[in-house]
């Protein structure tokens, strides 16, 4: 797209500053974990470039703007000079002739399969990859010749565009089955993710557009949820979020390509992690690979802009690039170390409870108990549904020495009571039990409640497997041993192919000495590994040394109950 003929340099040039200079785009460079979305926009990106050149070399043959019968208006001035000179040569695959133009189209497409490989390994997203091609080829090759069959007009053009709307339709209503039971662990309906994503993609382009400091940030779970009434959840309004886009980037492709291409771009490059799927409701880092399309749509606009008006576009252009480096530089200074960089998160997002939760972690850590305390606290006013926020409170209430107010634990049976956790509670779960034998020993009785309260809930339970495990661990370090082997058996018959809950029984057998009965269980983790999703043959040796080294009369590898330091300085 960039090969521009006469304005090519410029746009490029233009195009590639919006893309690096942008706020929008720092999150998937500076948030390490979602390095993710960067490398796997490279490898799209390099292989639709690759997609593109073997198109350009596999000529297809009437129907392109060079050709006497195409359409009146289509011009060249859209194409890269790659696609125009192709239309110059005779109707074969190769320009080159010979074996090596027969091979050179097709070293291009292995090229762009192994780079599509490497991005679909890297992020999922790069499954969008066809999408983006599509929308390459459409401005690129605008007049080939299925593209000009899929727009003919009549009865039969319709009824093949028609076809293709209804297939994408019966793929997004599959999609829809298949991931609604991942709603339970939500606090919003399909219905309404789908309503509020309207909403998301306008605050993203107002985001690229006007790009404020105080709107930016890690988190965006103050926005409001669309519930299809009144208000901010108009279903009007929603749905004109991203119907509209795409009916503006369809009307403009002809007069202005790269915008319709752009605009276009990014709504393909939402389609995955802002409709039916189950997220959480907006990111700014989904908006890398999108931000290719934008940036690409306002680069053509001041190129534009240039030709009609040389010194005012160049003022214009030099306005918003200044502004562009100044916001990322100063977002960059809030990142700069984590106590600035939670505080300015809560600052900017008061209403954003994972922003609360980060900043009280922090503070935490800072023996600043009483402030983060605080901060966990306006976390569950604004999500009141997320016990993940109570968990991290007690934790922090436990640390301290402090006591816990009583509405605290109240609210928190409620919840553990009546609803599912969702994935961030059961991950502080996760790690509250991993910490139970380091330094988070003094949590175990707190666990163990929370835990049997929730097992025994009438709620859709995701992984009882993974819970009765956690509660085997909580009766573990309080040295409850029939609780805990029953719990670590129910683990166990739950999912045969999970070993951990057979390693802590052996654990608590070697504990007690019972030698015949740890090694009845290692004959049991031995039958199990043939089968296990991952084996664990390392740690089945492991065990049986340490076995052998008890039966020899040696001490065991692994004490029962309390063994961590029970003031710990930083849990």
């Known amino acids: 797209l960039a090969d521009h003929p006469g304005r090519r340099r410029g746009f490029a040039l233009l195009a590639a500053a919006i893309f690096t200079l942008h706020p929008l785009a720092l999150s998937p460079v500076l948030y390490v974990v979602q390095r993710m979305a960067s490398l796997s926009t490279l490898f799209v990106l390099a292989s639709v470039l690759c997609l593109l050149r073997a198109r350009a070399n596999i000529f297809v043959g009437a129907g392109h703007a060079r050709d006497q019968d195409a359409e009146p208006g289509h011009g060249d001035t859209h194409l890269p000079t790659s696609a125009v000179a192709g239309m110059a040569c005779s109707y074969n695959i190769g320009k080159g002739g010979g074996l090596s133009g027969w091979l050179a189209p097709f070293g291009w497409l292995l090229a762009g399969g192994l780079f599509a490989l490497f991005g679909l390994f890297t992020k999922e997203n790069a499954a969008l990859l066809p999408l983006f091609y599509l929308l390459a080829d459409r401005v690129c090759f605008a007049d080939a010749p299925y593209w000009r069959w899929l727009g003919r007009p009549g009865r039969g053009g319709r009824l093949t565009r028609g ?30 993710r ?48 991203g119907g509209g886009l795409g009916w503006v980037g369809f009307r403009v492709r002809r007069r202005a390509p790269l915008v319709g291409v752009g605009l276009r771009g990014f709504l393909a490059g939402h389609v995955m992690e802002s409709t039916l799927i189950p997220l959480e409701s907006a990111h700014e880092h989904r908006n890398y690979l999108p931000l290719v399309g934008l940036a690409c749509a306002a680069a053509w606009l001041l190129v534009d802009f240039h030709r009609r008006a040389p010194r005012p576009a160049l003022a214009a252009t030099g306005i918003v690039l200044a502004v562009l480096a100044a916001t990322t530089a100063l977002r960059a200074v809030e990142w700069h170390d984590a106590d600035t960089f939670y ?110 309260t929730y097992i025994s809930a009438p709620v859709d339970h995701q992984d009882r497997s993974q819970l009765e495990y956690l509660l085997g661990l909580a009766y573990t370090q309080q040295a409850q041993v029939g609780p805990a082997l029953n719990a670590f058996e129910r683990a166990y018959s739950l999912d045969p192919k999970y070993l951990h809950p057979l390693f802590e029984q052996a654990n608590i057998f070697m504990a007690l000495g019972q030698w015949d009965n740890a090694g009845f269980n290692l004959e049991r983790i031995r039958t199990a590994n043939q089968m296990a ?20 009369g040696k001490e065991a590898v692994r004490l029962l109950g309390a063994t961590a330091d029970p003031t710990p300085e930083t849990p």
């Open 163 to 192: 076809t293709l709307w209804l297939l994408a339709a019966a793929a997004a209503g599959l999609l829809a089955w298949y991931v609604v039971p991942g709603y339970a662990a939500r606090p919003f309906t399909l219905t309404e």
């Open 343 to 452: 505080r300015y998160q809560v600052e900017h997002h008061p209403e954003s409870a994972h922003s609360r939760n980060d900043y009280a972690s922090e503070l935490g850590k800072r023996r600043r108990y009483v402030e983060a305390l605080e901060q966990l606290r306006g976390a569950q006013r604004v999500a009141p549904w997320e016990a993940g926020y109570y968990f991290n409170y007690l934790l922090t209430a436990r640390t301290a020495g402090l006591a816990v107010p009583a509405e605290v634990t109240d609210e928190l049976d409620a919840l553990l009571r009546s609803r599912p956790l969702s994935a961030f509670g059961l991950r502080t779960l996760q790690a509250q039990g991993d910490c139970l034998r380091k330094v988070c020993s003094f949590m175990a009785p707190d666990m163990a409640g929370w835990l049997s």
């Open 194 to 241: 789908v309503l509020t994503e309207g909403r998301v993609l306008w605050f993203y382009l107002g985001l690229f557009a006007l790009p404020r400091i105080n709107a930016f940030g890690l988190y965006h779970d103050d926005i409001a949820l669309s519930t299809g009434g009144a208000g901010p959840g108009a279903r009007r309004g929603a749905l004109v979020g």
């Open 533 to 552: 999703a991952v084996r664990q043959d390392k740690a089945l040796a492991e065990l049986e040394a340490a076995i052998a080294k008890g039966r020899g």
